[in-house]
């Protein structure tokens, strides 16, 4: 009897070992667990998208399910991420420029990083690359405006210590208006303004501070990458030379582009920032000039200006 029951125990040894590793191996219903997901993979296609438009980068996802969150945006602040897809959404108040968005996927089987390449470019519906300007008017929007000490800048002595500046064009037509009357100087201030916003950052890049210099460089030349560059003309550079002048940058904030322009003097860049700007076509009316008023006015491309700071 014992030999028999020593030989069923053993018999049966087997199966109970078999027994616990199936129980041990399944819940509580008698099901499996299902198979952890592969961990997370994926990439992005490198971007462009226009200033002022709104758009999507598709994460390249070849891993598991995973949950996406943006590690690090930079100065993108205008990037948004669908924590289920890995899809980049990009707002339309943006600023051109190249921005890279670090992204981090994550399940229960790891992590993985991937780094998204954007590149904010120029819109069509304000585009002013490859175009030289040339300031020539700058007509005050904003009233009580008032310029202080302008008899004490170098070979302004003509000028009077202030000049408030009126909104707005003179009354009457600009043929009408006497060139000698002072009030001129308020609505077309070509020695004043010109001079802070682009004189001295002209004539600092041309080596010609100084008024025997011959600079007064008021050219902006707008380069395919917003960078700013000027035509040098004075004496110590050869006529016709290109120096750096700055860089830009477009940004789109409230439904309308902003443009601002850093014009480095002696290193310092200093930002004179336009918005409300668009590009059309402007009449000249001082065209031609004053002393041949019988002319034809001619038509520009132009940009027009709402409203700058410095």
Request: aromatic residues 10%; glycine residues 8%; contains cysteine.
């Amino acid at each position: 009897m014992n030999r028999l029951f020593n030989f069923m125990k053993w018999a049966f040894a087997p199966i109970a070992i078999v027994a616990l590793v199936f129980i041990y191996s399944c819940d509580e219903n008698g099901e499996s667990d299902p198979e952890p997901p592969d961990p997370p993979e994926f990439s992005y296609t490198a971007t462009t998208i226009a200033v002022g438009s709104t758009g999507t980068v598709t994460a390249n996802a070849t891993g598991g399910t995973a949950t996406y969150t943006l590690t690090d945006v930079g100065d993108a602040d205008f990037v948004t991420i669908n924590a289920s897809t890995g899809e980049l959404l990009i707002s339309a108040e943006s600023t051109t420029g190249t921005y890279e968005i670090d992204v981090t996927a994550t399940n229960i089987s790891g992590n993985f990083d991937a780094t998204a390449n954007i590149t904010i470019g120029v819109n069509d519906d304000f585009d002013p690359t490859g175009k030289s300007l040339l300031w020539k008017y700058w007509m005050n929007n904003t009233e009580d405006v008032i310029f202080y000490n302008l008899d004490q800048l170098p070979g302004q002595g003509h000028l009077p210590p202030q000049i408030p500046i009126p909104a707005g064009w003179p009354g009457g037509t600009a043929f009408q208006i006497d060139p000698a009357d002072p009030t001129l100087e308020t609505y077309l201030v070509f020695p004043t303004v010109q001079f802070f916003l682009q004189q001295v950052p002209g004539d600092e890049a041309c080596d010609a501070l100084e008024p025997s210099e011959n600079g007064d460089t008021l050219l902006v030349i707008v380069n395919s990458d917003l960078t700013l560059s000027t035509l040098c003309r004075n004496d110590d550079k050869t006529p016709g030379t290109t120096v750096d002048l700055g860089e830009s940058s477009i940004s789109y904030s409230d439904g309308a582009f902003v443009w601002t322009l850093n014009l480095t003097i002696s290193s310092i860049p200093v930002p004179v920032a336009i918005s409300g700007v668009e590009i059309a076509d402007f009449t000249d009316p001082l065209d031609p000039h004053w002393t041949a008023p019988s002319g034809t006015p001619r038509t520009f491309s132009a940009i027009m200006i709402s409203s700058f700071s410095l």
